[in-house]
């Protein structure tokens, strides 16, 4: 089962070394990492997603992470209310059969249009993880050359 877990932590050096470590140790990969500044420069928050299937073991890691020092706080999103999105940056080639598909995706997605070169178009997504999918199938027939995807962030409701 997937788990995002949010932790307030000092934004410190190290900070996000010794956090990952802590999964690591248990061999947990970590699917998806964002971290930031909050409104406060001196707390950054970190939003982590893995894939654990035993509760267990995530209860100790989430006890664990409130025992180092530089950890504020610590949610566990899984069973709460929240939103969550990720950032997708993709380039497609410019093709002149696919520019109604294209003006489709941004009429029905939150799809935009960033930048427009003689041979390729960059588009920007900013969606919860279902709605990329379905966007990223349409964009995979049209041709992707180049993806990049920031980590997902979550915010509760």
Same mark, same amino acid.
Request: net charge positive.
């Given at each position: 089962?997937?788990?995002?877990?949010?932790?307030?932590?000092?934004?410190?050096?190290?900070?996000?070394?010794?956090?990952?470590?802590?999964?690591?140790?248990?061999?947990?990969?970590?699917?998806?990492?964002?971290?930031?500044?909050?409104?406060?420069?001196?707390?950054?928050?970190?939003?982590?997603?893995?894939?654990?299937?035993?509760?267990?073991?995530?209860?100790?890691?989430?006890?664990?992470?409130?025992?180092?020092?530089?950890?504020?706080?610590?949610?566990?999103?899984?069973?709460?209310?929240?939103?969550?999105?990720?950032?997708?940056?993709?380039?497609?080639?410019?093709?002149?059969?696919?520019?109604?598909?294209?003006?489709?995706?941004?009429?029905?997605?939150?799809?935009?249009?960033?930048?427009?070169?003689?041979?390729?178009?960059?588009?920007?997504?900013?969606?919860?993880?279902?709605?990329?999918?379905?966007?990223?199938?349409?964009?995979?027939?049209?041709?992707? %050359?180049?993806?990049?995807?920031?980590?997902?962030?979550?915010?509760? %409701?």
């Amino acid at each position: 089962m997937k788990h995002t877990i949010q932790a307030l932590v000092e934004n410190k050096f190290g900070v996000l070394a010794r956090i990952a470590s802590l999964f690591s140790a248990r061999g947990y990969n970590i699917e998806s990492l964002a971290v930031g500044e909050t409104q406060d420069p001196t707390i950054s928050c970190m939003t982590i997603v893995i894939d654990a299937p035993d509760e267990r073991i995530l209860e100790q890691i989430k006890k664990q992470l409130h025992k180092l020092i530089d950890v504020i706080t610590v949610v566990d999103f899984t069973r709460k209310e929240y939103l969550e999105r990720d950032l997708l940056l993709i380039k497609i080639s410019k093709k002149q059969e696919e520019l109604k598909n294209i003006e489709k995706l941004t009429k029905h997605y939150p799809v935009k249009v960033i930048e427009e070169k003689d041979r390729f178009f960059i588009l920007e997504i900013c969606a919860d993880r279902n709605q990329e999918e379905e966007i990223l199938k349409d964009l995979k027939r049209i041709g992707i %050359k180049e993806l990049v995807r920031t980590g997902r962030i979550a915010i509760s %409701k």
